[in-house]
Nanobody
Framework: QVQLVESGGGLVHPGGSLRLSCAAS?????IGWFRQAPGEGDPIACI???????WYGYLVKGRFTVSRDTAKNTVYLQMNNLEPEDTARYYC?????????????????WGQGTQVTVSS
């Protein structure tokens, strides 16, 4: 089973930026990014490592960008113009399908997550 390790979280002021990384132990077809604030969990973005297709949830579209480095089996989530509402624990997951219309998943495999806190 592919192991995922997220990194890059931290504390940032509103309007600031962070870049999260998701390093996989082997090649995966696609990586999805999810975030979980207390009481809720949302898929927010994904990328297909097969053809580069990306998808973004409406809450992050235009502010977040997902990219990949297939040589390193690593996917990145660049987060700009962060808002306090973006505060959550961010997870990447594999065993998902990424299309231009969204993420499909049934039994994803998760990393351990990385905390993002946006506060003044």
């Amino acid at each position: 089973q592919v192991q995922l390790v997220e990194s890059g979280g931290g504390l940032v002021h509103p309007g600031g930026s962070l870049r999260l990384s998701c390093a996989a132990s082997a090649f995966t077809d696609a990586i999805g990014w999810f975030r979980q604030a207390p009481g809720e969990g949302d898929p927010i973005a994904c990328i297909s490592n097969l053809d580069g297709t990306t998808w973004y949830g409406y809450l992050v579209k235009g502010r977040f960008t997902v990219s990949r480095d297939t040589a390193k089996n690593t996917v990145y989530l660049q987060m700009n113009n962060l808002e306090p509402e973006d505060t959550a624990r961010y997870y990447c997951a594999t065993n998902i399908y990424c299309s231009g219309n969204g993420i499909l998943y049934e039994h994803p495999s998760w990393g351990q997550g990385t905390q993002v806190t946006v506060s003044s």
